[in-house]
């Protein structure tokens, strides 16, 4: 009978430095000495990605975007190579790929490009030599033989890839905290670890930015249900189980996205800047039509880009961040929400109703403050996650 396979991936803390990567080798020789075949994904070492991106931005703001993807992917090649280099030395024998080796095939949308396919032959063949095999997270090949990357978080989104295409028993997500929590734990102290969550509400907690899992991941482990855990590579812990096609709890957690701008404009301009933002490739959270002005709301990234076309049209522009409650009851919370923030003397710029869920646009500098008050409010108080309080529902 064929041994189960497992994929490990192993974020950018867990590599941080040569002593953590012999803590991510022992995770590493635990699982092939249980029995198991093993397929690693490595992010690169935390901070080297962000550095490499500083160097391109002292260049230009708005660095080629080719060039940008040869350049980031060579952080997580840097992490592949030390970590066989570790497993060798240690006795075990490892080869690493990068995402080019692995033929992981992706659309041409450099810096947010998508995988199309999988050739998995390359990693079936080290892995029936009993090697264990290390892939460069983040990383793929175009049709033509152009290295892309996959966004931001995404080399979470290489393993689920390669947990599918190789129909692995689990894919496991190290990283540096336990599992999923109700709302970043190190925003919210006493934030709950969740056991299990269902696809529906980590795909909103994912997309509303909770960033232990990359978006893409969530969405791609549920469309083929790939068995996914998140986990810590510093603490035993059964972690965090995803599963499930059912948003299950009235208010599951929240989530917080940093690092949004808000750009006000004239109304005359709105359509004609939408209509660049869509040309561009950059997505508009929300229209903000407040009595005074109009704002558009982008990721503060896009920001630069946006620049260069919105010449002499910005009237002002804010940091702004964006707080949002997942569950199946979280749209009902809308009045509640705003009231309790405005109790507690927290201004709130904007709201929006999705989809089980509802977000709220604050200044950066209180979102900490309201996530835990709204964690504290729906959350905390209410048992077993169950039974949200009492007002929450009443009309
Ligand atoms: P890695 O480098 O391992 O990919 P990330 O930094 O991308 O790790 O993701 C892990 C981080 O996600 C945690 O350190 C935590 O601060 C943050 N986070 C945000 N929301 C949550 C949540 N709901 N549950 C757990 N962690 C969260
Ligand atoms: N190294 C990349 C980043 O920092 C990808 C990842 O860590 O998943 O975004
Ligand atoms: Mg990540």
Not at 39 to 58: D, F, I, P, Y
Not at 210 to 232: E, I, T
Request: proline share 3%.
């Amino acid at each position: 009978m064929e041994k189960p396979l497992i994929v490990q991936k192993f974020g950018g803390t867990s590599v941080g430095s040569i002593e953590r990567i012999y803590k991510v080798a022992e995770h590493i020789i635990n699982a092939k000495n249980e029995g198991n075949q093993v397929v690693v994904v490595v992010s690169a070492m935390s901070g080297e990605t962000n550095r490499l991106l500083g160097l391109a931005k002292q260049i230009d703001s708005v660095p080629d975007a080719r060039e940008l993807d040869v350049l980031l992917s060579a952080g997580e090649q840097i992490s592949m190579a030390l970590l066989a280099i570790t497993l060798n030395k240690m006795g075990y024998a490892a080869c690493s790929l990068t995402g080019a080796q692995a033929k992981i095939v992706t659309d041409n949308q450099y810096n947010d490009a998508v995988i199309q396919h999988i050739d998995a032959a390359p990693i079936t063949d080290l892995l029936q030599q009993d090697k264990i095999v290390i892939v460069a997270g983040f990383q793929g090949i175009t049709e033509k033989g152009d290295i892309t990357t996959l966004g931001r978080g995404g080399s979470d989104t290489t393993a689920v890839a390669l947990a599918g295409v190789l129909k692995a028993d689990e894919c496991q997500i190290f990283t540096d905290v336990d599992g999923v929590y109700t709302c970043d734990p190190r925003v919210v102290s006493d934030a709950k670890k969740l056991n299990v969550i269902d696809f529906p509400s980590m795909e909103r907690m994912a997309k509303h930015g909770a960033k232990v899992l990359h978006l893409p991941s969530v969405q791609y482990a549920w469309k083929n249900q790939v068995p996914l855990r998140v986990l810590s590579t510093f603490s035993a812990n059964q972690g965090s189980l995803v599963k499930g096609d059912a948003c299950l709890l009235p208010v599951c957690g929240l989530a917080i996205q940093r690092d949004m701008c808000l750009i006000k404009i004239a109304s005359e301009v709105l359509l004609a800047v939408t209509k660049q933002c869509q040309l561009i490739g950059i997505a508009i959270w929300d229209v903000i039509e407040h009595p005074d002005w109009i704002g558009i709301v982008v990721k503060q990234e896009a920001y630069s880009k946006l620049e260069l076309v919105l010449q002499g049209k910005v009237a002002d522009r804010q940091l702004i961040s964006l707080l949002t409650a997942v569950g199946a009851k979280a749209e009902e919370l809308a009045g509640s929400c705003y009231q309790l923030l405005i109790d507690n003397e927290i201004m709130t710029i904007h709201q929006k109703l999705d989809n089980q869920s509802f977000t709220i646009a604050l200044f950066p500098d209180c979102v900490d403050s309201a996530a835990n008050i709204l964690h504290q409010a729906y959350i905390t108080q209410s048992e077993a996650h169950v039974c949200l309080p009492k007002h929450a529902f009443l009309n």
